[in-house]
């Protein structure tokens, strides 16, 4: 097959666009405070790690995963913020909530991400899919007053690569009879799916872009990659075949909680007490999906940066942390070594059942089992009136012996509660910074 | 002059933690409810309370409210079980509070008011507004306004020569935006929380 040769002669036989916040968390925080628009702005500062760049901030060279102390040395006049994961939630759930005028197929894929179907919406808009996605992208720029980039294509894959072209505030529409003419700009390390190691394995072969991938013998490709790579293949030909997922996120393989201290400590209470903590968290999300567990690990990370991890299966599913406080318990005193310094905790609860039909084993202890559910879901109702960890397992009293220091700082948020917030409890409507 | 303890109005913040919280207040939690800097002063209106029989010490020498402070709760008597109860199928059309303040949950903020400029709008500082952003401004409507790079609140008018804001408050004066202006969204409701 020569290069000029098209791999089809339609447009969109189907129209998926891929829709992707610019630097999301950092533009929510220049929605909330118009004061910090066009300032080199990251969050993070609870970690001591970038997990967002402003785009002013990227064009200093600061970019995610790089630590506070490099990157203030590169761009003195900084803005570092902390964390604000509730207001981050609620604009993105709010534009998926736009995305949904425009289809009802809509994948919320990830905090800043999503996919939508938009085959055969053009009757309805009475416009080109183009200018329906151009539409989408203009209504979340008014609402949510950030920017989004948008790749329009035939399948998720090729959608993906799309939005990635053109960033920030970018549209890439590429129909199929454009394929031949797109794929050759594209190296392997942009398509989704080819990690690092599978594009050096191409590279090998002499496959550099997503072209050369696509104009291989597809036996040729399933032989060296499996079927995943198969996959690929099909979805960069334009052959739709990982479906639009329009069911709330649900976690199918674990649910794992890590929380980083503010500051390394070698106090051991501490330290079980934090991963305690994390138990009670993942049990509650565990719960809050209506799952059960029948395995838990138990990671701990040590100040430089080197992590060790136990993992227990377990002879029940759980779904309370009292019922596995005592296997965590031994992993822990297993794990954790006396007088060195630790910097995170974590926990990651494996095998998840549906909880809504329950088994009783042979062997179980009937009655006491029914106590303990009971009293979890006592809790759970305490809880779910007054704020999460209201109710706590006892070890959570060594959570205070921590040193406070300036990045146990709140997000703005958190800090400016009105008339009947609490600290664990705030309205579901962004609050916005600005002085009327 | 011998300071003056409005109890009433102590009473009625003892009230709203207990409505809250369902229990009754610490002396720490009182002396930052009553925004009083000392445990010590709190002394004084618990022990009137308590004398008008409307707090009262237990055992271990902790403030419990009585009957008198919390009221009774009052018991329905059998209520019969069966068929979907009548009130509940009339309860089907009616709405939250939230859906009637808030039309367009996925585009509306909220803002802390600061200044007097709306005032004799009923709009006072410290209220919050409810900001809509999807839809353009028709006249009369209060929007919020980013003109010349300075962020306010004001009433939205167009005219023959353009469009100018006006302030509800005779101390302030009509702004005819001379270069840019940012609608940052229209108010469709006002919140006053008293406590």
Known sequence: MSKAAPLMLSSFPRAIVHVDGDAFFTSVEQAIHPHLRGKPVVTGKERGIIACASYEAKARGIRRGVSLWDARRLCPELIVLPSDYETYSIFSSRMFEIMRRYTPEVEEYSIDEGFADLTGMRQVFRKGYREIAADMQAAICRELELTVSIGLSLTKSLAKIGSDFRKPNGITAVPGNKLHQFLPNIPLSNVWGLGPNRVQLLKKYGVMTAWDYVCRDPKWITKLLHKPGLEIWNELRGTALLPINTAPWRPVASISKTKTFTAPSSDCHFIYAKLMRNLESACIKLRRHGLRAWEISVSLRLKDYTESGLTARLDRGVTLPQEVAHVVRELFDQLHAAGAEYRATGVILARLEDDRSRQYELFDDHARTQQARRLGEIIQIINGYYGKHRIFLGTGLYLNRARKNDRDEPCWRKNTLLKGETRRKRLKIPLRNIKI | ?195
Not at chain 2, 8 to 20: G, M, V, Y
Not at chain 2, 78 to 99: N, W
Not at chain 2, 160 to 166: A, E, N, P, Q
């Open chain 2, 1 to 195: 002059m011998p300071r003056q303890i409005d109890l009433k109005k102590k009473l009625d913040q003892l009230r709203a933690f207990h409505r809250s919280e369902r229990r009754a207040p610490s002396y720490s939690e009182m002396a930052e409810l009553f925004g009083y800097s000392s445990k010590a002063a709190v002394y004084a209106p618990v022990r009137k309370l308590i004398d008008l029989g409307y707090l009262k010490r237990s055992a271990g020498g902790r403030i419990a409210f009585t009957q008198k402070a919390t009221g009774k709760i009052a018991i329905l008597g059998t209520v019969q079980a069966g068929f979907q109860s009548p009130a509940e199928e009339e309860l089907l059309d009616t709405i939250s509070l939230d859906e009637f303040l808030v039309r367009r949950p996925e585009s509306t903020f909220l803002l802390t008011v600061s200044g007097d400029s709306m005032i004799d709008a009923g709009i006072h500082p410290g209220d919050l507004v409810l900001v809509e952003k999807n839809g353009a401004p028709k006249n009369q409507d209060i929007i919020i306004a980013q003109v010349d790079g300075e962020w306010t609140m004001k009433y939205f008018f167009r005219d023959k020569s353009g469009v100018y804001l006006d302030p509800a408050n005779p101390a302030y004066s009509r702004i005819r935006p001379r270069g840019s202006m940012v609608v940052g969204g229209i108010v469709r409701a006002v919140i006053r929380k008293y406590q």
